[in-house]
């Protein structure tokens, strides 16, 4: 397993936009599957992006709910995982967790402690 350490949640208005940071530790953590969920008040956590690999090809998922409108990316220099938020509404409003995997992202073995998010209206 790895160590998750999120950064960068806070207010904003409706339209505005974040970048969520994840810093990671662990040598072998470049090939580990990594993605962000979320938590709403009152809601289950749910998926929100990810990296993962399929052939030793990274793919790229996304809720439709933030299609075009974030994404994710890494750094592998810096161990780094973030994802970039646009056009941001208030129904996007959560706690948003980071998550790595060595299989399957949807399981993930590791997470963050999370990072709150609230879009004003």
């Known amino acids: 397993q790895v160590q998750l350490v999120e950064s960068g949640g806070g207010l904003v208005q409706t339209g505005g936009s974040l970048r969520l940071s994840c810093a990671a530790s662990?040598?072998?953590?470049?090939?580990?599957?990594v993605g962000w969920f979320r938590q709403a008040p009152g809601k289950e956590r749910e998926f929100v992006a990810a990296i993962s690999w399929s052939g030793g090809i990274a793919g790229y998922s996304y809720a439709d709910s933030v299609k075009g409108r974030f994404t994710i990316s890494r750094d592998y220099a810096k161990n780094t995982v973030y994802l970039q938020m646009n056009s941001l509404k208030p129904e996007d409003t959560a706690v948003y967790y980071c998550a790595a995997d060595q299989w399957n992202i949807h399981t993930p073995g590791s997470w963050g402690q999370g990072t709150q998010v609230t879009i004003s209206s």
């Open positions: 662990g040598r072998t953590f470049s090939s580990y599957a």
